[in-house]
Protein backbone atom coordinates (compact mmCIF):
# COMPACT_ATOMS: atom_id res chain seq x y z
CA UNK A 1 0.00 0.00 0.00
CA UNK A 2 1.12 3.59 -0.98
CA UNK A 3 2.38 5.61 1.99
CA UNK A 4 -0.27 8.87 2.55
CA UNK A 5 1.98 11.91 1.04
CA UNK A 6 1.10 14.58 3.48
CA UNK A 7 -0.01 18.33 1.69
CA UNK A 8 3.00 20.82 0.98
CA UNK A 9 1.95 23.23 3.44
CA UNK A 10 1.71 21.52 6.43
CA UNK A 11 1.93 23.96 9.27
CA UNK A 12 1.96 20.97 11.89
CA UNK A 13 5.15 19.39 10.37
CA UNK A 14 8.25 19.76 12.00
CA UNK A 15 10.05 18.32 9.14
CA UNK A 16 11.51 21.90 8.34
CA UNK A 17 13.60 21.14 11.51
CA UNK A 18 14.14 17.93 11.08
CA UNK A 19 17.99 18.10 11.68
CA UNK A 20 18.22 20.55 14.51
CA UNK A 21 15.32 18.66 16.57
CA UNK A 22 17.56 15.08 15.97
CA UNK A 23 20.24 17.08 17.04
CA UNK A 24 18.69 17.95 19.92
CA UNK A 25 17.21 14.94 21.38
CA UNK A 26 20.30 12.38 20.11
CA UNK A 27 23.43 15.01 21.88
CA UNK A 28 21.49 16.21 24.97
CA UNK A 29 21.75 13.50 27.53
CA UNK A 30 20.25 15.66 30.17
CA UNK A 31 16.81 16.49 28.24
CA UNK A 32 12.95 15.63 29.45
CA UNK A 33 12.53 13.06 26.72
CA UNK A 34 15.82 11.20 28.13
CA UNK A 35 15.51 11.85 31.97
CA UNK A 36 11.37 12.42 32.59
CA UNK A 37 9.67 11.03 29.75
CA UNK A 38 11.44 7.88 28.85
CA UNK A 39 11.70 5.46 32.07
CA UNK A 40 8.36 6.77 32.92
CA UNK A 41 7.27 5.64 29.26
CA UNK A 42 8.28 2.59 29.55
CA UNK A 43 6.96 1.54 33.16
CA UNK A 44 3.70 2.45 31.68
CA UNK A 45 3.64 1.19 28.38
CA UNK A 46 5.94 -2.30 29.73
CA UNK A 47 7.37 -3.40 26.09
CA UNK A 48 7.80 -6.84 25.70
CA UNK A 49 8.19 -9.18 22.99
CA UNK A 50 4.72 -10.31 21.55
CA UNK A 51 3.37 -7.12 21.77
CA UNK A 52 2.39 -4.80 19.02
CA UNK A 53 2.89 -0.97 19.78
CA UNK A 54 2.39 1.94 17.20
CA UNK A 55 3.82 5.11 18.24
CA UNK A 56 2.11 8.04 15.91
CA UNK A 57 3.72 11.26 15.37
CA UNK A 58 7.12 9.51 15.60
CA UNK A 59 9.60 11.89 14.87
CA UNK A 60 12.80 10.96 14.45
CA UNK A 61 11.99 7.81 16.23
CA UNK A 62 13.72 8.15 19.72
CA UNK A 63 10.42 6.26 21.43
CA UNK A 64 10.19 3.80 19.06
CA UNK A 65 14.09 2.64 19.25
CA UNK A 66 13.06 2.32 22.77
CA UNK A 67 10.24 0.10 22.65
CA UNK A 68 12.29 -2.18 19.79
CA UNK A 69 15.18 -2.80 22.39
CA UNK A 70 12.50 -4.14 24.79
CA UNK A 71 11.20 -6.74 22.16
CA UNK A 72 8.10 -5.06 21.03
CA UNK A 73 7.07 -5.32 17.32
CA UNK A 74 7.11 -1.30 16.63
CA UNK A 75 5.50 -0.06 13.52
CA UNK A 76 5.52 3.80 13.47
CA UNK A 77 4.37 7.09 11.68
CA UNK A 78 4.78 10.51 11.02
CA UNK A 79 3.39 13.39 8.75
CA UNK A 80 7.04 14.62 8.23
CA UNK A 81 8.62 12.86 5.54
CA UNK A 82 12.01 14.24 6.55
CA UNK A 83 11.65 13.11 10.18
CA UNK A 84 10.82 9.37 8.92
CA UNK A 85 14.21 9.68 6.62
CA UNK A 86 16.00 10.05 9.85
CA UNK A 87 14.26 7.61 11.70
CA UNK A 88 15.10 4.81 9.19
CA UNK A 89 18.61 6.06 9.52
CA UNK A 90 18.64 5.49 13.68
CA UNK A 91 16.49 2.23 13.56
CA UNK A 92 16.89 -1.22 13.01
CA UNK A 93 15.08 -2.50 9.48
CA UNK A 94 12.72 -4.65 11.68
CA UNK A 95 10.71 -1.19 12.84
CA UNK A 96 8.17 0.08 10.21
CA UNK A 97 8.09 3.52 9.33
CA UNK A 98 5.42 5.14 7.43
CA UNK A 99 4.37 8.54 6.77
CA UNK A 100 0.87 9.22 7.44
CA UNK A 101 -1.02 12.15 9.45
CA UNK A 102 -2.31 10.48 12.55
CA UNK A 103 -5.52 11.08 12.04
CA UNK A 104 -5.27 8.16 8.96
CA UNK A 105 -3.51 5.26 9.46
CA UNK A 106 -4.77 3.42 5.86
CA UNK A 107 -1.98 1.35 6.48
CA UNK A 108 -2.84 -0.09 9.69
CA UNK A 109 -5.50 -2.75 10.05
CA UNK A 110 -8.46 -2.63 12.35
CA UNK A 111 -7.72 -4.09 15.57
CA UNK A 112 -3.97 -5.44 15.33
CA UNK A 113 -2.49 -2.69 17.84
CA UNK A 114 -2.05 -3.59 21.52
CA UNK A 115 -0.87 -0.29 22.59
CA UNK A 116 -0.94 3.43 20.71
CA UNK A 117 1.59 5.70 21.54
CA UNK A 118 1.74 9.43 20.70
CA UNK A 119 4.25 10.82 23.04
CA UNK A 120 4.57 15.21 22.88
CA UNK A 121 2.49 15.24 19.71
CA UNK A 122 -1.01 15.55 20.34
CA UNK A 123 -1.03 19.35 21.00
CA UNK A 124 1.00 19.51 17.73
CA UNK A 125 -2.24 17.82 15.90
CA UNK A 126 -5.48 19.54 15.00
CA UNK A 127 -8.03 16.85 15.00
CA UNK A 128 -7.80 15.39 18.01
CA UNK A 129 -11.16 13.35 17.30
CA UNK A 130 -9.85 12.02 14.61
CA UNK A 131 -6.56 10.96 16.17
CA UNK A 132 -8.14 9.43 19.29
CA UNK A 133 -11.05 7.11 16.90
CA UNK A 134 -8.31 6.31 14.44
CA UNK A 135 -6.39 4.93 17.51
CA UNK A 136 -9.28 3.39 19.33
CA UNK A 137 -9.86 1.45 15.30
CA UNK A 138 -6.19 -0.14 15.30
CA UNK A 139 -6.32 -1.16 18.78
CA UNK A 140 -7.43 -4.61 19.76
CA UNK A 141 -10.11 -5.01 22.81
CA UNK A 142 -8.21 -4.00 25.68
CA UNK A 143 -5.47 -2.44 24.19
CA UNK A 144 -4.42 0.76 25.42
CA UNK A 145 -3.91 4.18 24.10
CA UNK A 146 -1.17 6.37 26.05
CA UNK A 147 -0.28 9.71 25.30
CA UNK A 148 2.33 12.05 26.79
CA UNK A 149 1.23 16.06 26.45
CA UNK A 150 2.62 19.49 28.08
CA UNK A 151 0.43 19.75 31.14
CA UNK A 152 -2.39 21.54 30.04
CA UNK A 153 -3.20 23.44 33.21
CA UNK A 154 0.55 24.75 33.75
CA UNK A 155 2.04 25.16 29.92
CA UNK A 156 -0.46 27.28 27.94
CA UNK A 157 1.11 28.43 24.87
CA UNK A 158 1.65 32.61 25.44
CA UNK A 159 -0.63 32.37 28.12
CA UNK A 160 1.16 31.27 31.18
CA UNK A 161 4.01 32.38 32.57
CA UNK A 162 6.74 31.86 35.86
CA UNK A 163 6.73 34.60 38.50
CA UNK A 164 8.22 35.66 40.99
CA UNK A 165 6.43 37.59 44.86
CA UNK A 166 9.27 39.66 45.98
CA UNK A 167 7.01 40.55 49.19
CA UNK A 168 6.52 36.65 49.86
CA UNK A 169 9.56 34.93 48.34
CA UNK A 170 7.67 32.81 46.84
CA UNK A 171 7.56 31.84 43.06
CA UNK A 172 4.42 31.00 41.26
CA UNK A 173 2.71 29.91 38.12
CA UNK A 174 0.77 32.91 36.28
CA UNK A 175 -1.96 31.38 34.33
CA UNK A 176 -3.83 34.31 31.76
CA UNK A 177 -6.27 31.60 29.87
CA UNK A 178 -7.84 27.63 30.27
CA UNK A 179 -11.08 26.56 29.28
CA UNK A 180 -10.74 28.42 25.67
CA UNK A 181 -9.53 25.98 23.01
CA UNK A 182 -6.89 28.04 21.37
CA UNK A 183 -4.59 27.38 17.90
CA UNK A 184 -1.59 29.14 18.88
CA UNK A 185 1.68 29.76 16.47
CA UNK A 186 4.95 28.72 18.21
CA UNK A 187 8.58 29.12 17.82
CA UNK A 188 9.55 25.21 16.50
CA UNK A 189 13.44 26.04 17.69
CA UNK A 190 13.03 27.85 21.19
CA UNK A 191 16.56 28.37 22.73
CA UNK A 192 18.23 28.22 19.41
CA UNK A 193 20.57 31.50 19.65
CA UNK A 194 21.85 31.34 16.65
CA UNK A 195 18.76 31.22 14.24
CA UNK A 196 18.34 34.10 11.21
CA UNK A 197 14.66 32.87 10.83
CA UNK A 198 12.28 31.88 13.47
CA UNK A 199 10.20 29.02 12.21
CA UNK A 200 6.90 28.43 13.08
CA UNK A 201 4.58 25.77 13.64
CA UNK A 202 1.07 25.53 15.44
CA UNK A 203 -0.02 24.30 18.94
CA UNK A 204 -3.26 23.36 19.82
CA UNK A 205 -3.98 24.38 23.65
CA UNK A 206 -7.26 22.17 24.66
CA UNK A 207 -8.78 21.85 28.66
CA UNK A 208 -8.37 18.32 30.46
CA UNK A 209 -11.92 18.19 29.35
CA UNK A 210 -11.70 17.81 25.88
CA UNK A 211 -9.12 15.21 26.24
CA UNK A 212 -12.04 12.89 28.00
CA UNK A 213 -14.80 13.65 26.18
CA UNK A 214 -12.55 12.32 23.00
CA UNK A 215 -11.84 9.25 24.55
CA UNK A 216 -15.08 8.77 25.79
CA UNK A 217 -16.63 9.34 22.19
CA UNK A 218 -14.20 6.53 20.78
CA UNK A 219 -15.22 3.62 23.45
CA UNK A 220 -11.74 4.29 25.87
CA UNK A 221 -11.75 4.10 29.49
CA UNK A 222 -8.94 6.08 31.14
CA UNK A 223 -6.88 3.60 33.27
CA UNK A 224 -4.09 5.82 34.07
CA UNK A 225 -3.51 9.23 34.64
CA UNK A 226 -0.07 10.44 35.58
CA UNK A 227 1.87 14.30 36.17
CA UNK A 228 5.74 14.51 36.11
CA UNK A 229 8.07 16.77 37.33
CA UNK A 230 10.98 18.49 36.00
CA UNK A 231 14.06 16.20 36.88
CA UNK A 232 16.19 19.92 36.73
CA UNK A 233 18.07 21.51 39.74
CA UNK A 234 18.54 25.45 39.99
CA UNK A 235 21.83 26.34 40.31
CA UNK A 236 23.04 28.30 43.44
CA UNK A 237 21.47 31.53 44.22
CA UNK A 238 18.45 33.69 46.67
CA UNK A 239 16.09 32.02 44.62
CA UNK A 240 17.26 28.56 44.01
CA UNK A 241 15.52 26.50 46.99
CA UNK A 242 12.31 28.28 46.48
CA UNK A 243 12.53 27.54 42.35
CA UNK A 244 13.45 23.75 43.29
CA UNK A 245 10.57 23.15 45.64
CA UNK A 246 7.79 24.75 43.15
CA UNK A 247 9.40 22.76 40.17
CA UNK A 248 8.39 19.57 42.06
CA UNK A 249 4.68 21.12 42.75
CA UNK A 250 4.20 22.15 38.98
CA UNK A 251 3.91 19.09 36.91
CA UNK A 252 5.59 19.92 33.23
CA UNK A 253 3.71 16.68 31.45
CA UNK A 254 0.89 14.79 31.67
CA UNK A 255 0.14 11.17 31.15
CA UNK A 256 -3.21 9.52 30.36
CA UNK A 257 -3.47 5.57 29.72
CA UNK A 258 -6.73 4.68 28.37
CA UNK A 259 -8.45 1.24 27.29
CA UNK A 260 -10.59 0.25 24.84
CA UNK A 261 -13.62 -1.35 25.85
Known amino acids: ?33 EKVILPNLLRMVEPEKGMTILDLACGQGYFVRAFHEKGATVMASDISPELIDIARKHSSKEIEYFIAPADSMEKVQDKSVDVVTIILA ?17 LKAGGRLIFVINHPAFR ?13 KKQYRRIDAYMSDNRIEIDMTPGEKLATKKRQTLSFHRPLQ ?25 QPGPRAVEEDRIRKEIPMFLCIESKKI
Open 122 to 138: IQNIENLQGTISESARV
Open 1 to 33: MKENKPPKENKTSWGEVADWYDDMLEQNRDSFQ
Open 156 to 168: IPKRSAWGWDETE
Open 210 to 234: AYFKSLNKSGLAVTRFEEWISHKAS
